[in-house]
C-alpha cells in the first residue's frame, strides 16, 4: 500500500502523529500547512494548465478537488489507517454515504451490519432502496447469519465494529473473508477506534470511514469525514466524491490536522477514563449491564482483544426501566456530562437511547434502556463522582414515591 508522497514515513505511532502530513520547507518553514483558500487556481502556460490536469495530479486544477492543505491531512490518514488513497468529505455522514454510492448500482444487494450508526441506515432505507438496491441487515456478532444473507449479488457488506450505541464488536475478518468469496467490498466505519486502536486494511476491510469530527477533529468545534480505499475500491471511491461534488472547507482540515497532533494522548486518557467509569457501574443498583469491549466480561472482549490496541472513551450502560421522573432527575444532576449527540471531543457526555425500534435481526435490550457515556478529558474521580450522586438522586426520586404511595 502506498499513500502518497513516497517519502520515507516514520514507523512509530507518535513520530507519525508529530510528522505525518505536513512539510515546513514547501511552505517558507511554517510548523503547520496553511489554509489555502481557493476555488480558481490558475497556470500560467498552457503547458502548465496541462499538467496540472493530468490524473495523477487532479488536485491542482480546481478548489473542489483540494489544496496542498486536503493533501497533507489525506496522506496522513491514509497512512495511519494503511489504506491506498483518502479523500475528504464535509462530514463524516457523508464519507459513508458517498462510499456506499461509489460502490452500489441497481440491483446490487448490501448487507448492512443491524447495529450501525443510525443515520447511515436512514440513508440506506431512504435513498439506496429508492436507487434500487436491495438493503438487507445482518445480526452484527452471529457469522451464520451472515453466511445465510450473502449472495453472488452482494456487492457490498458494511460493518461498523463496535456498533456505536450497542457496542457489540464485530469479527471483521471472518466477515471480510465471507464477502471476499463472493467479490464482494468490504466498507467500515472506524469511527470508534480511529486508525490508531483498529488497522482496517490488515483485518480485511477495502474501504474505511473516519467520522473526522469525533476524534481527530477532537474539540468539537468542526465537522469532517475521511474515507480510505485500498487500491481495488480507490476508482469508485474517488469518482464518487468528485462526481457528487464532496469536498471539504478549509478550516476544518485545518482543526483536524491540529486534532491529529495530540490524538494519541487524548485517545489514552479517553480510553483510561472510560474503562474506570465503566468498571464503577458494574453491579451498580442501577444498572443491569455495562456495554464496553475493554471489561473482560464484555461479549465482544475476546474479538476486541485480537483485533485492537485500545478502547475510546464511548461505552453503553443498560439501565434498570426507570421512571420518565427518575430520568429527568438523572439527566438533572449530572453537572459535568452534557446532553449531546456526537462524541470524540475533550467534554464528556451522555445521551439516553433506545436502539430497538432500528433492530431487525433480534432485540437485545429488551429489559432496559440504553444510558450512552463519553468519557472526556475531566479527572476520572471527578466523572465517576458526578455520575455516581445522578444515579442516587435519581434512585431516591423512586423509593421517595414508592413509600408516599404506600403510605397514603
Ligand atoms: C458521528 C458518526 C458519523 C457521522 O459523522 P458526522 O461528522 O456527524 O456526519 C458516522 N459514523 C459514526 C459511527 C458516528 O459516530
Known sequence: MNCPPSRETPSDLHTKLAHLGRAPSEHKGMVNVPVYRGSTIVADSLEEWDS?????????????????LTRSLEHAICDLEGGYRSILFPSGLSACTHSLMGLLKAGDHLLISDSV?????????????RMQIDVE?????????????????????????????????????????LAHAVDAFVVMDNTWATPLFFRPFKHGADVSVQAATKY????????????TANERAWP?????????????????????????????????????????LAQSLQGH????????PALPDDAGHAIWKRDFRGASGLFGVVLRPMTREQLSVLFRRLKLFGIGLSWGGYESLALLADPRPARATGLPFEEGMLLRLHAGLESPEDLIADLHQALE?????GRAKAVSTATT
Do not use: C
Open 216 to 227: 481527530i477533529v477532537g474539540h468539537s468545534d468542526a465537522l469532517l469525514g475521511i474515507a
Open 117 to 129: 450508526y443510525g443515520p447511515t441506515r436512514t440513508f440506506a432505507e431512504r435513498v439506496l432502496k
Open 285 to 292: 443498583p442501577s444498572v443491569l449491564r455495562v456495554l464496553h
Open 236 to 276: 469508485a471511491l474517488q469518482s464518487s466524491a468528485h462526481d457528487f461534488g464532496e469536498t471539504a472547507g478549509p478550516d476544518d482540515i485545518f482543526l483536524a490536522l491540529r486534532g491529529l497532533r495530540t490524538l494519541a494522548m487524548r485517545l489514552q486518557r479517553h480510553w483510561d477514563n472510560g474503562v474506570q
Open 52 to 68: 496540472r490536469k493530468t490524473a495523477d495530479n487532479p488536485m491542482a486544477s480546481y478548489g473542489r478537488f483540494g489544496s496542498p
Open 393 to 397: 438522586a435519581a434512585r431516591f426520586v
Open 137 to 177: 441487515y445482518f445480526h452484527p456478532t452471529r457469522l451464520d447469519d451472515l453466511a445465510t444473507r450473502i449472495r453472488p449479488t452482494t456487492r457490498v457488506v458494511y460493518v461498523e465494529s463496535p456498533g456505536s450505541m450497542t457496542f457489540e464488536v464485530q469479527d471483521v475478518p471472518a466477515i471480510a473473508q
